[in-house]
């Protein structure tokens, strides 16, 4: 007995290469997050990071909590 099973392209998982490339992009895209949030909190005064509740020491693990969503 054969069977025959019909599996649309559209409805198949995405696998390979475009898979490959949607993940590089992913990661470039949280690292460039990541990078902005240093950038822009490392512009800031020591008053006005005092006032946020931050000291520059903190800059890297706010960054890398806002882009990764994780504790380093």
């Keep these: 007995m054969a069977y025959a099973t019909h599996t649309p392209a559209s409805l198949a998982p995405q696998s390979g290469f475009p898979r490959f490339l949607g993940s590089v992009a992913a990661r470039y895209a949280r690292y460039s997050k990541y990078r902005r949030s240093i950038s822009e909190l ?23 909590e806002e882009a990764y969503g994780a504790s380093a």
């Design 42 to 64: 490392s512009a800031l005064t020591n008053r006005e990071l005092s006032d946020l509740g931050l000291h520059r020491s903190m800059i890297k693990s706010v960054a890398y």
